[in-house]
């Protein structure tokens, strides 16, 4: 059933609309038209997980399609993903292996199935994490697809999408110092510059603290049935460390603030100008289940 009132993305929707028409029938333009904000969706469905915890194929792929064609504008998701990628593409679902937490088979082949859909054959695509330097598929690709879970990170703070492109250097741990600092470097080098088509921070069961290197216990994930998709990684990053601070600071009842710091994101914009980090430059989009939001 359709909730009584306007939603929040209908009241953006709305204040546009008004502030566009504004500026249309004034007959002197005071002011300039706001920038275009970066655009984040946020999907989330309580029926991704059965009672074990795995993801559910079918609803991973309804997700996907209602965030793209949220994220695009398109009418349908096959439409949306053809708006991303062309039949000619070599393309490259990066994902994260991690033994703990990885990003799941089901949503690794969600991704699979949405590039198909666009046309792209199956002998020109690969799924892969610390081998990507190796895959011939990466070696060849045109187009990246950028997936992973997002988590506490002992070295960055956090572990999410600018991070998860770490294996495309031989020397990863080269980027640990200060606190991972200068990971979006890695954006910028020939293996993936410019070709990363769309990310995905899973946040199905994201792990909100650790101690340590490799830290986890399962007291510190929590079912969110979530995902983050955009085009800018470091929006899409900025909003999942928003939801992971707030989760934290519902767990121990007070600001515990990540050790280290995840500082790599905020200079990812700053230093480095790879994508927006300020919330107020991202016009979060919000779809599905809205309980424990923490937004």
Known sequence: MRPSGI?????????????????LSSPR??????????????????????????????????????????LTGKK?????????????????????????????????????????????????????????L????????????????????????????????IMFVPDPASYHGDSCADLAKIWFLPPVKGKTRLNVLSLLTPQFHGVGPHSFHPKYVWRYYGLLVGFDPVAVDSVGLRILVAKRREHFGEDRPLVPPAKHIQLADTRHHLGTADPAKIELVTLGYRRDLLL
């Open 76 to 132: 349908t998701a096959r439409e949306a993903w053809q708006s991303l990628l062309k039949p000619t593409d070599v393309v490259g679902i990066k994902t994260n292996a991690w033994k703990y937490l990885p990003t799941t088979p089901e949503l690794e082949q969600a991704l699979k199935r949405g590039v198909l859909s666009a046309g792209v054959p199956d002998a020109a695509i690969g799924i892969d994490d610390r081998g990507v």
């Open 29 to 70: 333009r005071l002011w300039a038209a706001p920038a275009a904000k970066t655009r984040v969706v946020l999907v989330r469905n309580a029926d991704v997980l059965d009672a074990a915890g795995k993801p559910k194929g079918a609803v991973l792929d309804q997700m996907l399609g209602d965030a793209l064609v949220a």
């Open 7 to 23: 939603t929040r993305r209908e009241f953006h929707v709305s204040l546009a609309a008004v502030g566009g028409s504004l500026l």
């Open 134 to 165: 190796r895959s011939p598929i990466f070696q060849k690709a045109t187009a990246l697809i950028n997936a992973r879970p997002l988590r506490a990170h002992h070295w960055a703070g956090v572990g999410s999408l600018i991070k998860n492109y």
